[in-house]
Nanobody, 126 residues
Framework: QVQLVESGGGLVQAGGSLRLSCAAS????????MGWFRQAAGKEREIVAS????????YYADSVKGRFTISRDNARNTEFLQMNSLKPEDTAVYYC???????????????????WGQGTQVTVFS
């Protein structure tokens, strides 16, 4: 079992930045591909970014490319999402996810992830 806890969400003005963190416990994070998803009110959960277990391979949704950066620190069992140039449409609950993987692939499909955090709210106002 992997337990995931997100932090770093909050209220920010458009154009601002936030850094989300996801702390993992229960297993060594280096055995897992990781991802960030978000769910806005009334909408389905969608992929934001994902990262392979080594950190060498990443995937970004088109809507966040060039603005968000995903990273991980396996020694600290932590995943990060640096969000810059935030827009009101980025407002959502952001979830951290983990999938045990032997392949060094960043997975983008929601259904492939086994473990989820409780979510952290990000609100961007104009």
């Amino acid at each position: 079992q992997v337990q995931l806890v997100e932090s770093g969400g909050g209220l920010v003005q458009a154009g601002g930045s936030l850094r989300l963190s996801c702390a993992a416990s229960g297993r060594t994070l280096s055995d897992y591909a990781m991802g960030w998803f978000r769910q806005a009110a009334g909408k389905e959960r969608e992929i934001v970014a994902s990262i392979s277990w080594s950190g060498f391979n990443t995937y970004y949704a088109d809507s966040v490319k060039g603005r968000f950066t995903i990273s991980r620190d396996n020694a600290r069992n932590t995943e990060f999402l640096q969000m810059n140039s935030l827009k009101p449409e980025d407002t959502a609950v952001y979830y951290c996810a983990a999938k045990r993987s032997d392949s060094d692939i960043p997975y983008s499909r929601y259904g492939t992830y086994h473990y989820w955090g409780q979510g952290t709210q990000v609100t961007v106002f104009s």
